[in-house]
């Protein structure tokens, strides 16, 4: 009965989640409202929003006008609905499920309104990544905290700075415009200084940085021309310190990762001004994504990367498209690894002879 249960709620769960998808990054409200046909703006009855079974009486069409209904109102409702079937598979009923079912519908939401706006907006990065924190805090579940929060701020700092340097040798090396108070140039920052004094201090300075061009409103910064070469090169300053390099580069990331995080929390807000696009290798979008999956699979979220990269590279290959926004492949990569990342890992080591 329980994954049955799981399948329907996920298909109801999946109605709803084509709401959120169509409406949030318009910012209307999502409960009201009452759904309406997009073609001739009828109120669709209780009938209608029947999931997926309501798709296939019609026929694909509406009830009223007979206009054509897209296959992805169904398709998410499906998809939600085998994605809490997979999760009941795994847990018993209980909170924990319940839990996971919340993360499976935040990557649901995240990768469709990326898809639709290569965008990732910060209410559902933000609340994923809270939603993680929560549950490790009250309930040491999907991880003890201590791991959780690790694993946010080690995913965000390695993403944001693999972003940093994709940035950096796609402008050639020209310094890009630091925002003011905090952006990029300060998780950056946080990177150097806490691969030479810990995170602590490394973080520390990134953030007076940050209160400084806050207070002066111009930029107090060190150019990533700087900061981004000289990186790896604090990394290896580690024996010397008498650290090893793996704990010197958790540091590093530890700070960095905190920048990250608390400068997109700052933006999200503060909405940035409009401004021309510069071209980027990377959003922050990503950035706080793969922070909040890191807050849900600790170091398992580095897996989500590779598998969301790989999985990205193969179907910008299939497709012969460079543009690809890079949230639903992340999604995937999240779900790939929550429900078989230590399979896929223990797999992995057996490969390699261990
Ligand atoms: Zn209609």
Known sequence: MWPLFALVLGLVVGSFLNVVIHRLPKGESIA???SRCPACGHRLGALDLVPVLSYLLLRGRCRYCGGPISPRYPLVEALTGGLFLL??????????????????????????????TFELPDPLTYGLLFLGLLASWALAFPLPFRESL???????????????????????????????????????????????????????????SWALSGRTGRPVVLPDRLTLPLWPFAL?????????????????LLAAGGLALAGGLYWAFRPLPEEEEEPVAMGYGDVKL?????AWLGPYAFLALFLGVFAGALVGLLLRQRKLPFGPYLALGGVVAFFFGEAIFGAYLRLLGF
């Open 32 to 34: 009201y409202p009452p």
């Open 236 to 252: 290896l300053l580690a024996p010397t310190l008498g650290l090893d390099l793996l704990e010197n580069l958790k540091g590093s």
């Open 150 to 208: 690790d694993g946010a701020l080690l995913a965000a700092g390695g993403l944001g700075l693999v972003a940093g340097y994709g940035n950096l040798f796609l402008r050639r090396f020209r310094e890009p415009k630091p925002e003011v108070p905090v952006g990029p140039h300060q998780v950056h920052m946080a990177a150097l200084f806490g691969a030479l004094l810990g995170p602590g201090v490394g973080m520390a300075l990134a953030f007076l």
């Open 87 to 116: 999760a009941a598979l795994f847990f018993p009923p209980g909170v924990e499920a319940f839990l996971v079912f919340l993360f499976l519908a935040f990557l649901v939401a995240l990768a469709f309104v990326d898809l639709d």
């Open 290 to 294: 793969l922070g909040a999956l890191g």
